[in-house]
């Protein structure tokens, strides 16, 4: 009896340590699957990264492409602007007062004193006189009001140095309310003039309604 007391003893001992070594097992593998688990999200969470980063890195490349870009237009605008002149004015007969102005006994030009642009500096209100500091081609305009008497008597021209380009004028009929102008469109070197020439004993008429004016610009260079 006592020898079958102590094999029952020694096999369930040994049912024992065996039922433990089944749950060790089983634990281990648990934890061996969790671990693999964990590396897979973050293995997954380390790919989305790497992408985001890829399409950053894209985004990035592009705009840096569109800011050299940038940079290349406004460089080559600052050339065009820098490279051009800017050469513009526009000025009336009077800044003050009204009435006639002549006549004289020789052909005079007509000094234009209310300025309202003078880009460039090309025009010079004390002498009426228009100086191209740089060839090229030009537009002036010109317009005329004639004298406020019975009898018309006006007459200006616009010229080149001492070229008669062409002329407005008013020397007949019986209305004192009339107005013209002309207009050209002519190359010039540098140091060549333009201005507005009221002919010998001629007049016109202007008030601060400033219908006598003078205007010219650059349209290119040559």
């Known amino acids: 009896m006592e020898k ?5 003893l020694v096999l369930g001992c040994c049912f024992c340590v065996a039922d433990s070594n089944e749950i ?19 293995a997954l969470n380390v790919g989305k990264l790497g992408e985001k980063v890829a ?21 080559e ?5 820098g490279g051009t ?41 004390s002498t009426g006189i228009f100086t191209a500091t740089v060839s090229g081609v030009y537009f002036f305009r010109f317009s005329m009001f004639n004298n406020l008497s ?4 006006s007459v200006v021209s616009l010229k080149k140095n001492d070229e008669r380009l ?27 003039t333009v201005y507005v020439e009221l002919q010998e004993n001629r007049l016109v008429y202007d008030d601060l309604m400033y219908y006598n004016t003078f205007s010219g610009f650059l349209l290119f260079t040559m």
Do not use: H
């Open 4 to 8: 079958i007391a102590v094999l029952v």
């Open 85 to 125: 002149p800017q050469v513009a004015f526009s000025a009336a007969l009077r800044d003050s007062g009204s009435g006639d102005i002549g006549p004289f006994t020789t052909a005079t030009p007509l000094k234009y004193k209310k300025i309202f642009s003078n880009y460039g500096d090309c025009y010079n209100p």
């Open 24 to 42: 060790e097992g089983q634990n281990s593998e648990s934890k061996s699957s969790c671990d693999m688990c964990s590396l897979t999200t973050i």
């Open 150 to 153: 019975p009898t018309p008597n």
């Open 166 to 192: 062409t002329s407005v004028w008013d020397t007949k009929g019986t209305d004192s309310n009339d107005m013209g102008s002309n207009a050209v469109v002519i190359p010039l070197k540098a140091g060549d």
């Open 77 to 81: 605008l600052r050339s065009l602007i």
């Open 55 to 75: 399409n950053m890195a894209d985004k990035i490349t592009f705009l840096e492409t569109k800011l050299q870009n940038t940079d290349r237009e406004v460089l």
